[in-house]
């Protein structure tokens, strides 16, 4: 896949954040500051702050389900006593494991469940404009394997990070004006925007694939 790399201002892109975070009591300027005014009413349930306690409680049984799955594959590996007692064993204590793990059901609602909150849609589009103005001019194409993107929302949910998840809610829970602008640029994901590195002064976006 193609993406665009770009240095950026980091001062910029935390003052544009902080700016737009501000906004928060005024649903119409904001919508209007992102250009996206024929979304205003996912700004108006953006702005207000409701819970997302149930992404910890998913994350608590996607931890059991990755759990289960690793026993699965080190049964399978031989990384336990079952390799002593003969393929039998081995082969009961498999199904019985992978029964456990389809009692988890469309885990797949997890994630879908959280990125179609109007919160996480009006943060990801703060994040978006943040860096769209904030380039500094000199964006080139670079082809990239999408699996060595980095993206911490997905990845916390395929890992089971509690850890990340409890700081994403304690975050994304606090009213707009109160979110921690780094943590948004360098934590979150936007629907563009894919990493700030305030290191390097450098950001990666989706772009579509250059003409050849």
Not at 123 to 142: K, M, N
Request: proline fraction near 5%; charge should be neutral.
């Amino acid at each position: 896949m193609y993406i665009i790399t770009a240095t950026f201002d980091p001062d910029a892109a935390f003052a544009r954040t902080s700016e737009l975070l501000a906004l928060g009591d005024s649903p119409e300027r904001l919508a209007e500051r992102l250009g996206i005014t024929r979304d205003l009413d996912v700004v108006k349930k953006g702005v207000v702050h409701g819970s997302f306690k149930r992404v910890l409680n998913d994350i608590k049984q996607l931890k059991s389900f990755v759990d289960l799955n690793r026993q699965i594959e080190d049964v399978k590996g031989g990384k336990t006593v079952l390799r002593f007692l003969g393929p039998g064993f081995k082969e009961k204590q498999i199904a019985k494991l992978e029964a456990e793990c389809q009692k988890f059901g469309a885990l797949i609602e997890a994630p879908k469940w959280f990125y179609q909150q109007p919160r996480v849609q009006l943060l990801s589009s703060i994040r978006d404009y943040a860096l769209d103005g904030s380039q500094q001019g000199d964006a080139v194409w670079t082809e990239i394997d999408r699996e060595k993107l980095v993206f911490p929302i997905a990845s916390m949910f395929e890992t089971a990070d509690r850890a990340v998840a409890e700081n994403l809610v304690a975050q994304i829970e606090k009213p707009l004006k109160d979110i921690d602008p780094r943590f948004l640029l360098e934590k979150f994901e936007g629907n563009r925007s894919i990493t700030f590195d305030f290191d390097k002064g450098v950001a990666m976006y989706y772009t579509p694939a250059p003409a050849h």
